[in-house]
Structure formats: C-alpha cells, structure tokens
Nanobody
Framework: QVQLVESGGGLVQPGGSLRLSCVAS????????MSWYRQAPGKQRELVAA???????NYAGSMKGRFTISRDNAKNTVSLHMNSLKPEDTAVYYC????????????WGQGTQVTVSS
C-alpha cells in the first residue's frame, strides 16, 4: 500500500520560513517524479514545485527564489523549504508522487496546512 505522509505545516508570520517533509512508503521514490502542490480555499490545486526522478527541478513562477524542493532517495523523502512566506501562500500543501503510466501510478498525501498570518 502506497502512503505519502506530509508534515511540517503550521502558522507562521509573514516573512517567516517553514520546511515541509513528505515521507513515501510502498514505493521506491527514486523511480518517481515528486512534487508539491497547494490548494487555497476556493481555488484550484496548483503546482508549487517538482523534482523529477532524474533530479531536475522546476517551480511555479511566484515560488521561484523563495521555495526550494529537495529529495533524499535513501530516505524516500521529499522536502520543501519555504522562505519569505506571504499571506497568499496560505493553503493546504500536498505531496504527489507519479511515474509513467500516470493513470496507474499517481499518489497523493493527505495534505498539511500552512497559514501565513500576523
């Protein structure tokens, strides 16, 4: 059974930092593209950052320079370091693991809440 378990969310003041972690079980994560998505109330889920099985990374425009995604394949873990947080970063953050064929191999975590507020 595949499980993705996120942790590290919480309440932080504007300008602060958080580190989210996602531990995968039931898969060999280095075979998967790993990503972070987020969904704010009333909005669609959007990509935050992704790292491929080959190690390349990409970021949504507003997150470039503030967020860093990293993976530790030995620990089956992907992390998201978030700096200079803004109130508009408030959302539930989800971990995703997928590989070809994605209709068969596409897994989500339960999400972790990040709230940026003074």
């Amino acid at each position: 059974q595949v499980q993705l378990v996120e942790s590290g969310g919480g309440l932080v003041q504007p300008g602060g930092s958080l580190r989210l972690s996602c531990v995968a079980s039931g898969i060999i994560s280095n075979n998967y593209d790993m990503s972070w998505y987020r969904q704010a109330p009333g909005k669609q889920r959007e990509l935050v950052a992704a790292t491929t099985s080959g190690g390349s990374t990409n970021y949504a425009g507003s997150m470039k320079g503030r967020f860093t995604i990293s993976r530790d394949n030995a620990k089956n873990t992907v992390s998201l370091h978030m700096n200079s947080l803004k109130p508009e970063d408030t959302a539930v953050y989800y971990c995703n693991a997928r590989r070809f064929p994605t209709l068969k191999y596409n897994y989500w975590g339960q999400g972790t809440q990040v709230t940026v507020s003074s």
